[in-house]
C-alpha cells in the first residue's frame, strides 16, 4: 500500500513541476523564433534583441544558487508555486509590452519565475526516486524540457501565421498560473510529508542524514570542494554555447547566411532540440546502466565538439546533410546533462539543490554572456562584407566556448554512479 501510494505522489509531483519546467524551455528559446517580430514591433538591433533575450538568463544565472538553498531549507513545493506566479504575471505583461525596456523588464519577471523550476524538480528527483535512477530521471526530464523547447520552434512559427506573438505569450502566463495553483495543491516535498517512507527505507537501506546546520555552511562545503568546479565550467562552456546558439542565433544564421526562410530555419533548430532532448535521455540512462560517468560524458562532448567546424567554416551542405548536423549537435551537446549527477554524487545528499544549483549557474552565466556578445560582434562587423563576415566572430566565439567546456569535462571525477561523499 506505501509503494501504491508513493508511487501516485511521486508521479503526480513530477508531472506537475515538469510542466512547469517545460514552459521554462519554451521562454528560453522563443525569441529565436520571434526575433524578427521583436524587432519589428520595438524597432531594435541585433545587439539590443540579444540583451532583451538575455534578461531571461541574467536572472535565471542569479537565482540558481538562492534557488538551491530554498529547496534544501523551504522545499521544492512552495518555491515553484511562487515561482509560477511570477512567471505568469511576467508573461501576461511581456505580450502586453509596449516598449523594449517594458519588455525587458516582462522578460526578467519570466526569467526570475521559472528559474526555479529544474532545480526543484532534481530535489523531487532525489527525494521521491532511488538513486540509481537518477541519471535516468535527469533525462527524462530534460526530453520533456525540450518538448517546450521544439513548441517553441516549428510549432510556434505556425501558430504565428494565425495569431500574434503577444496573444501566445499571454495565454502562456494563464497556463502558468494554473500549474503554480496545481503544484500547491497537490505536490509535496518528499515522503516523509505525507507519512511515507523513502525508497531507501522501503529497500531496508537507511534514509540519507537530513541537512544539518545553518545552509551557508551547506553552501560553502559545496563551494569548496575542488570537484564541483571542472562541472561548473564544463557547464559554462558547452551548456552556454548551445543554449545562446539554440536560443536565439540559429534562426538569424540559417536566414542570413544561408538564405533559409523561417520555417526551414525553425525546423532546423527544432531538430537541434530533438536531438538534445534524445540525448539527454541516452546518456542519462546508458550512464546509470554502464555504472560510469566519465566515458558516456567525453564521448558526447567531443561529438558535440566536432559539430561545431561546419558551422565556423560555413560550410555548404546539402539539405539533408545539413539536418543531420543539427541533430547531431544536439546529440552531442547532452554530454553536459550529466553533470548534475556528477555533482550531485560529489556531494552530500543533503546539498543536492546547492550542489546542482551551483553547477547550472555556469550554463546560464555561459548563455548571459554570449546571447548579447555575437550580438555585439554582428553589428559591429556591419553588413558591407556580407553576411559570413558579420557571423564570422560569433561562430568563433561560440566554438571557443565548446571546446573550453570540452577541456573540463576531461577533469571530472568519475563516480560510477555513487556517492563518493559522505551521504
Known sequence: MSRSRLQGLRWTAFA???????????????????????????????????????????????????????????????????????????????????????????????????????????????????????????????????????????????????????????????????LALLTWLFVRNHPGEVGLPSLRELDGKSAHAALQGHWLRGLLKVLKNRLTWPLFWMNLGMGGSFIAFAGLWAVPLLRDVYGLDRAAATQHTSLLLAGFAIGALTVGALSDRVGRRRPVLIAAGFIYLLSWLPLIFFWRLPPLASYLLFLLMGLGAASFTLSWACVKEVNQHALSGMATSVVNTGVFFGTGVLQPLVGWTIDRAGSALGASAQYRAGMLIFFGFAVFGFVNSLRVRETYCRYIQPA
Open 16 to 178: 506537475l513541476v515538469s510542466g512547469s519546467y517545460m514552459l521554462a524551455f519554451f521562454h528560453r528559446v522563443a525569441p529565436a523564433t520571434i526575433a524578427s517580430d521583436l524587432q519589428q514591433a520595438f524597432a531594435t538591433s541585433a545587439t539590443a534583441l540579444g540583451g532583451l533575450a538575455a534578461t531571461y538568463f541574467y536572472l535565471y544565472t542569479v537565482m540558481q544558487i538562492p534557488t538551491g538553498v530554498l529547496v534544501d531549507t523551504l522545499g521544492p513545493r512552495r518555491i515553484v508555486t511562487l515561482g509560477g506566479i511570477v512567471a505568469g504575471i511576467g508573461s501576461i505583461l511581456f505580450g502586453l509590452a509596449a516598449t523594449l525596456t517594458d519588455a525587458s523588464i516582462c522578460r526578467l519577471l519570466v526569467g526570475l519565475g521559472v528559474s526555479v523550476a529544474f532545480i526543484a524538480l532534481l530535489k523531487l528527483i532525489a527525494a521521491w526516486f532511488h538513486d540509481r535512477h537518477f541519471g535516468t530521471m535527469v533525462g527524462v526530464t530534460l526530453l520533456l524540457g525540450n518538448v517546450g523547447s521544439i513548441l517553441a520552434t516549428a510549432p510556434l512559427a505556425w501558430v504565428l501565421q494565425y495569431s500574434s506573438w503577444r496573444t501566445v505569450f499571454v495565454g502562456l502566463g494563464g497556463l502558468s498560473l494554473v
